[in-house]
């Protein structure tokens, strides 16, 4: 059983950066696509970013939410088997709790659909204030 666990939530102030980790034990990453996911207050959870398995394909593909794209980057590192998002110019909008998640092993392509993924962390908070 895959388990994920998210870090680098926290408090930030609007234009301000975080990078959020999402990492696994006993179970490499890179055969995984893994996806990025947010809910915030009130509302209902939404997809952020995604990042393809680097086995099924040596080109990574990443996907993002039109309201991240350009402020997010979603990238692997192997050798850590841990996935990061890289957010800059925060907003208040993105206050949320931050999952990452896991689609069923060799699965192709990206995708931010919530019922492909399988595997869910417990999530991390960030909070955008001034």
């Known amino acids: 059983q895959l388990q994920l666990v998210e870090s680098g939530g926290d408090l930030v102030q609007p234009g301000g950066s975080l990078r959020l980790s999402c990492e696994a034990s006993?179970?490499?990453?890179?055969?995984?696509?893994i996806g990025w996911f947010r809910q915030a207050p009130g509302k209902e959870r939404e997809g952020v970013s995604c990042?393809?398995?680097?086995?099924?394909?040596?080109?990574?593909?990443?996907y993002y939410a039109d309201s991240v794209k350009g402020r997010f980057t979603i990238s692997r590192d192997s050798a850590k088997n841990m996935v990061y998002l890289v957010m800059n110019d925060l907003e208040f909008e993105d206050t949320a709790v931050y999952y990452c998640?896991?689609?069923?092993?060799?699965?192709?392509?990206?995708?931010?659909?919530?019922?492909?993924?399988?595997?869910w962390g417990h999530g991390t908070q960030i909070t955008v204030y001034s």
């Open positions: 998640a896991a689609r069923l092993p060799l699965r192709p392509g990206v995708t931010l659909a919530q019922d492909e993924y399988d595997y």
């Open positions: 990042i393809s398995s680097s086995v099924v394909s040596s080109n990574v593909y990443t």
């Open positions: 006993e179970h490499s990453l890179d055969y995984y696509t």
